[in-house]
T-cell receptor
């Protein structure tokens, strides 16, 4: 049972345009969400996160939006750059009862390609 | 400051062989994690250690064992490798109160 889903395996955008990566979740106990970026032959690196008490978090060119009623989050990259080409994973966790121990549940990933 | 390091980077095993993947962190985080990444599956948690001296199963623990040797080191052992364990393995470290995890560069394992 995939609790975090990224339904688009790949996305291709032109340099300078907006990239929108989507993520859906089914577990209503999830209350913290993260996006990771992964280049080939490297480990994932943390990009941006959002708590369920917020609906938006911005960090430079990256913005994450959370729609709790729809159990949906999205990552917007504006403007997109060729160096943003990578695999993007969304992840979720629940701190209910303080027993999550930081365990993350990841989506399948979306390959973003930004063309010059 | 190396962050999270993993050895080896690559390994080829025959079915039934055993091996240990090593992971070390110099970030002083309490929690450490082992994941595997397979095409179309994302990263799946194998085992985790919330603190030194404790370990617990994640989503896909079968066929693996772990040891939290000290705060810095967390190893993953395959006792009898199977082709289904062909994967890329990532170790991560993170604080209990911060959900952000820091990943090592990965070990690409092939079992023939």
């Amino acid at each position: 049972d995939q609790q975090v889903k990224q339904n688009s395996p790949s996305l291709s955008v032109q340099e300078g345009r907006i990239s929108i990566l989507n993520c859906d979740y089914t577990n209503s106990m999830f209350d913290y969400f993260l996006w990771y970026k992964k280049y080939p032959a490297e480990g994932p690196t943390f990009l941006i996160s959002i708590s369920s008490i917020k609906d938006k978090n911005e960090d430079g060119r990256f913005t994450v939006f959370l729609n709790k009623s729809a159990k949906h989050l999205s990552l917007h990259i504006v403007p997109s750059q060729p160096g943003d080409s990578a695999v993007y994973f969304c992840a979720a966790t629940s701190n209910a009862g303080g027993t999550s121990y930081g365990k993350l549940t990841f989506g399948q990933g979306t390959i973003l390609t930004v063309h010059p | 400051n190396a962050g999270v390091t993993q050895t080896p980077k690559f390994q080829v095993l025959k079915t039934g062989q055993s091996m240990t993947l090593q992971c070390a962190q110099d970030m002083n985080h309490n929690s450490m994690y082992w994941y595997r990444q397979d095409p179309g599956m994302g990263l799946r948690l194998i085992y985790y250690s919330a603190s030194e001296g404790t370990t617990d199963k994640g989503e896909v623990p079968n066929g693996y064992n772990v040891s939290r040797l000290n705060k810095r080191e967390f190893s993953l052992r395959l006792e009898s490798a199977a082709p289904s364990q062909t994967s890329v393995y990532f170790c991560a470290a993170g604080g209990l109160r911060s959900y952000e995890q820091y990943f090592g560069p990965g070990t690409r394992l092939t079992v023939t």
